[in-house]
């Protein structure tokens, strides 16, 4: 696939978490998950501590994950993050 995006861009691996859903919005990410594996993008899932998609080597199809930066822009790529759960704000 050809890169169009700036050269600072960098392939990642990601992890999402998905947290407190409702048996509703499960549904719709396992809808969401059917759909992409019918485009042909697959990836590694499970339920860890909460959904989970993960974008890393399992991840195939005509899709790439870029990296553009962090939030807090303190981090170097490469190194284990942990953002702050919005709900947890004070």
Sequence with gaps: ???IYPTHMKKSEVLIRFHN???KQLNHLFSAERELREAGITFDTGFENGREWEFDWSLKGNVEVLHRGFVDNS???G???VLPDPECRG
């Design 75 to 77: 981090q170097e790529i």
């Design 79 to 81: 190194s284990d993050v």
């Design 1 to 3: 696939m050809e890169n």
């Design 21 to 23: 859903l409702t048996v």
